[in-house]
C-alpha cells in the first residue's frame, strides 16, 4: 500500500505490538503509536505457548524479534497426563514457552528501537475520533474491546460464555512436561493445566464447572484464599508447593466471533476479532499469525480497503477452524466428568485428541510406544488397527466397525428395488464395512420422500430386497445388511433430489401427514395432523414394514427418528405443536415414536439388534437440545434398543449447523457415555485415521460413512491395505484379491549413479 498512513494500535498486548512493529519495520515512514491504558508492567496470565509455524512466521518477518525470543523459549515435547493416581507420559510434541512479561519487554524494545510511539497509561481517543486522526485503526484491545463494541452493527459479533470458570496462576518451578490433572472431588472434577515458561517457574491454570466451583466454596474465597485452596487440592501436581497469583481472578472464556472483521479504516485483531480455548493454546499465537497477515496484506495491496479485504478472507478460514477445534477441546473439559470412568490409558487418548485435530495416526508418530500401550490395553490384538476391531450387537457380530451409512439413492420403481441397489449395496458389501445400511425404507406409499424411493410394504418388494441380501451374504460373507425403516412425514411428496432437494412434485402429489400442520419449507404442502386412528394405523405399517424385513433376510434393523421425518417431527418442539397426550413436554413427544419402536420390536426376531436413529440437535433456537437428545436416547435403550445411531439437523429449513471435521461426533459420544448405550457416530468423518481415533477414545462404538463411500464402494479395505492389516476383519473378496496392493506407478526418481569416484 502505497504512501505513508497513520496508524493507530488499541491495545498493548502481543498481537497489537507486533503488528506496531512490523508495520513501522515494513515502513519507517509510518507514523504508528500504540494506546495502551495499563503501564507497560502490567500484563493478565504468565506464559506464552508459541507453535513452530508461528515462530517460522516470525523468523522471516523479523529475525531480531525470532532471536530475541529464541533465546528466551524453554522447550519441552511431553504431555503428562494425571488421574487417579496413574500417570501417563506421551512425547513428541515439541512446545516453546516463555514469560508474558517477557515476551511484552521483548515487543517493547523492538517497538522502540523501529520509532514507534508507545503510549502506557494511556486511553485511546474515543472511535470518531481515532478514525478521524489515523488513516489505520487497529483494535487490539482484547475480547472486551470498546472499539468492537462502537460498531457491533458493522462487525455483528457473537459472545458466547461457557460453563467452567478457571483461574490464571504460576507456581516457582518448572513442570517437566506439559501436565494435565484431574481431581475428583466431593465437590466434583476439578482440573489443572499446567507448563513451564521458564527454568524456574510454569503456568498452572485450574478449571471446573460453574456448579462445582460454587459447591467447593470459591466463590466466598478472596483471591489469596482460593490461590491456597487450588494449592491444597492439587499439592501432588504442585510437591506440596504454593501457588500465586497476578491479580488473578476466576472467569469464564467467552468464545467471540464476528461476521465481519474491518469497517472503513477500522480493523479487529486478536481477541478483538476472535477468541480460541486456552487448553489448546492459541490466543496469542492466532493474534501474532494476524499481525503477520495484516502486515502482509498492507504491503502487498495497492489500497486500504483492499488489504483489510484480503487479510480477512486469508485469516477467516483459518481462525474458523481453529475456533472449531478449541470448541471441542473447551466442551470436553466442560464434560470431563462423562471420562472420569474410562480405563487410565484410554483416558489420556481421549484428552489428547479431544480437539480431533491429534488424531491416533499423529500420536503414533509422535509416541508409538504410548499408542501401542492404548491398543493393547483396550484389547486390540498386535498389528490390529482399533477399526479392525470385533463388535457384538445382541445376536449379530460385526467383523469391523465401520458402517456404510443409509443413502437414498431415489432409484426405486414403484417401491421396488432394483439392480441399481444390487450393485450399489453389493459392492459397498464386497468392499469390507462390517455393516451395510439401506437408504431409508419407507412403509407405505404415503410415506415415500419421492416417487424414487424404496419401500416395504408389499411381497414384490421383499422379494426384491431378499435377492440383495442373498447377494451380500453369498458373496460377502462376514458383512451383515442393516434396513432403516422411515416415513417421510412433512417431508415427503418432492422431487429425486436432482431435480430439487425438497421441492414438491409438479404433478402427482399424495396428501402428507405430521405430528403438527406445519409444512417444512414456506409454500410447501402443508401436511395434515396426525389422528389418534391414522397413528394407530401407521404404528401398524411399521411392524408390517418389520416383519417383512425379517423374511427378506436382513440382519440388523434401524428405526427412523431423525432428519424431520414423521417420527423426528414428532420429537423435535420446532415441529410438534400438539396438545394431546403426544405432544408439549419431552416425555409425551416421546410416546408415538417409542409405541413405534415397540411395535417393531415385538415382530423384529429377538435375536437381531434394532437401533434407531436420532437428530441429537436441531440447530436452530428452541428446538432439541445435546440434553434433551441424551434423554431421548435413554428412553429408547430403555425400550431395548441395541444401540443409537447419533445425527442431527435436517429438522427444519432454518437450521445453522457448526459444520467441521466430524462435527457431530460430539453428540454420539455424549450418549455413548451419558446413557451407557452403544452409538454409531456420523458426520464428516472422512478418513480411517479418524475412525481409529474414535474408536480408541472412547466416543463411538462404530462410525458410518457416506460420502467416503460414494467415492470409494471399497473404502475400508482400502484402509486395511494402507495400515498394512491383512486379518480377518478386512478380507479382500477371491477375485478381488490381486487389487489388494497399490497398483506401481511410474518412477519419479531418476537412476542413481552406478559409481561414485572420490576426488
Known amino acids: 500500500m502505497t ?92 512446545f516453546a514457552a516463555l514469560g508474558r512479561h517477557r515476551l511484552l519487554d521483548i515487543l517493547h524494545e523492538r517497538c522502540r528501537s523501529l520509532g514507534v510511539a508507545l503510549r502506557f497509561r494511556t486511553e485511546a481517543p474515543d472511535t470518531a475520533r481515532l478514525t478521524g486522526a489515523y488513516d489505520l485503526v487497529v483494535a487490539a484491545d482484547g475480547v472486551h474491546s470498546a472499539l468492537r463494541a462502537a460498531h457491533a452493527d458493522v462487525f455483528r459479533p457473537r459472545l458466547t460464555d461457557h460453563r467452567c470458570r478457571y483461574i490464571w ?32 517457574a510454569s503456568t498452572v491454570i485450574v478449571e471446573m464447572r460453574e456448579e462445582v466451583w460454587r459447591a467447593a466454596g470459591f466463590a466466598d474465597l478472596d483471591e489469596q484464599g482460593s490461590v491456597d485452596r487450588c494449592a491444597k487440592i492439587f499439592a501432588d501436581a504442585l ?43 492459541s490466543g496469542t499465537k492466532l493474534a501474532v499469525e494476524d499481525a503477520l497477515a495484516l502486515a502482509a496484506c498492507l504491503d502487498e495491496q495497492p489500497t486500504l480497503p483492499e488489504a483489510l479485504s484480503a487479510y480477512e478472507t486469508e485469516r477467516k478460514p483459518v481462525v474458523a477452524s481453529t475456533q472449531r477445534a ?59 488397527p ?15 466397525r465401520v458402517v456404510v451409512s443409509p443413502m437414498d439413492m431415489y432409484s426405486a ?49 421383499t422379494e426384491a430386497w431378499r435377492r440383495i441380501t442373498d447377494f451380500v451374504h453369498r458373496q460377502a460373507p462376514g458383512t451383515a445388511i442393516g434396513v432403516q425403516l422411515g416415513h417421510s412425514g412433512r417431508k415427503g411428496s418432492t422431487r429425486l433430489m436432482w431435480e430439487g432437494m425438497d421441492e414438491p412434485l409438479p404433478e402427482g402429489n399424495w396428501p402428507l401427514v405430521a405430528a403438527s400442520p406445519l409444512p417444512h419449507r414456506p409454500g410447501g404442502q402443508i401436511p395434515r395432523q396426525v389422528t389418534r386412528a391414522q397413528l394407530t394405523d401407521i404404528r401398524e405399517q411399521f411392524a408390517t414394514s418389520a416383519w417383512r424385513a425379517a423374511r427378506a433376510g436382513f440382519d440388523l434393523l434401524e428405526l427412523h427418528c431423525a432428519h424431520g421425518y414423521l417420527l ?30 415397540d411395535a417393531v420390536r415385538a415382530v423384529w426376531p429377538e435375536e437381531r439388534p434394532m437401533t434407531v436413529r436420532l437428530s441429537a440437535t436441531d440447530w436452530a433456537e428452541g428446538g432439541t437440545t445435546a440434553e434433551e437428545a441424551v434423554t431421548i436416547a435413554r428412553a429408547f435403550a430403555a425400550h431395548g434398543a441395541d444401540a443409537v ?115
Open 3 to 94: 504512501g505513508a498512513p497513520r496508524v493507530a494500535v488499541v491495545g498493548g498486548g502481543p498481537g497489537g505490538l507486533y503488528t506496531a512493529a512490523l508495520l513501522k519495520r515494513l515502513d519507517p515512514a509510518r507514523d504508528v503509536t500504540v494506546f495502551e491504558r495499563n503501564a507497560p508492567d502490567v500484563t493478565f496470565g504468565f506464559g506464552v505457548v508459541l507453535s513452530d509455524e508461528t515462530l517460522g512466521g516470525i523468523e522471516h518477518a523479523d529475525p531480531v524479534v525470532y532471536a530475541a525470543l529464541r533465546r528466551e523459549f524453554v522447550r519441552w515435547d511431553a504431555i503428562d497426563i494425571v488421574h487417579r493416581g496413574a500417570r501417563h507420559t506421551c512425547g513428541g510434541h515439541g
Open 169 to 200: 496462576l504460576a507456581a516457582d518451578f518448572a513442570f517437566d512436561a506439559f501436565r494435565f490433572e484431574i481431581a475428583e472431588t466431593e465437590h466434583g472434577v476439578m482440573q489443572l493445566h499446567g507448563y513451564p515458561f521458564a527454568a524456574d
Open 239 to 281: 510437591g506440596g508447593r504454593p501457588l500465586r497469583s497476578n491479580n488473578s481472578a476466576w472467569t469464564t472464556f467467552r468464545t467471540v466471533v464476528n461476521e465481519h472483521w474491518s469497517h472503513g479504516g477500522l480493523v479487529l485483531l486478536g481477541d478483538a476479532a476472535h477468541t480460541a480455548h486456552f487448553s489448546i493454546g
Open 326 to 384: 478449541a470448541r471441542a477441546s473447551l466442551e470436553w473439559f466442560e464434560d470431563l466428568d462423562l471420562y472420569v470412568g474410562q480405563r487410565p490409558r484410554q483416558f489420556a487418548f481421549n484428552l489428547l485428541t479431544r480437539s480431533r485435530r491429534v488424531t491416533h495416526g499423529n500420536l503414533r508418530l509422535r509416541d508409538a510406544r504410548f499408542t501401542g500401550a492404548v491398543e493393547r490395553e483396550s484389547g486390540c490384538p498386535p498389528g490390529t
Open 386 to 400: 482399533p477399526m479392525f476391531t470385533p463388535f457384538r450387537l445382541r445376536g449379530l457380530t460385526l467383523r469391523n
Open 413 to 461: 420403481a414403484d417401491g421396488v428395488p432394483g439392480d441399481f441397489h444390487l450393485v450399489h449395496l453389493g459392492a459397498r458389501a464386497l468392499g469390507g464395512a462390517g455393516l451395510v445400511m439401506t437408504e431409508m425404507v419407507c412403509v407405505s406409499p404415503e410415506g415415500r420422500i419421492t416417487p424414487g424411493c424404496a419401500g416395504l410394504w408389499t411381497g414384490r418388494q
Open 568 to 597: 423426528s417431527g414428532f420429537l423435535s418442539p420446532l415441529t410438534n405443536h400438539r396438545t394431546d397426550a403426544y405432544g408439549g413436554s419431552l416425555e409425551k413427544r416421546l410416546r408415538f415414536p417409542l409405541e413405534v419402536f
Open 645 to 759: 445411531d447419533v445425527s442431527t439437523g435436517q429438522v427444519v429449513a432454518g437450521e445453522r449447523p457448526e459444520f467441521g471435521r466430524s462435527y457431530q461426533t460430539p453428540f454420539a459420544d455424549r450418549i455413548r457415555n451419558a446413557v451407557g448405550v452403544p452409538v454409531i457416530a456420523v458426520g464428516a468423518i472422512s478418513s480411517w485415521d479418524d475412525v481409529n481415533s474414535l474408536i480408541l477414545a472412547g466416543r463411538t462404538d462404530l462410525c458410518a460413512l457416506a460420502r467416503p463411500h460414494l467415492y470409494d464402494p471399497h473404502w475400508t479395505l482400502h484402509a486395511a491395505a494402507e495400515q498394512g492389516y491383512e486379518g480377518p476383519a478386512a478380507v479382500w473378496p477371491p477375485p478381488y484379491r490381486a487389487g489388494s496392493r497399490p497398483p506401481r506407478t511410474g518412477r519419479t526418481d531418476s537412476p542413481k549413479p552406478r559409481l561414485t569416484l572420490e576426488r
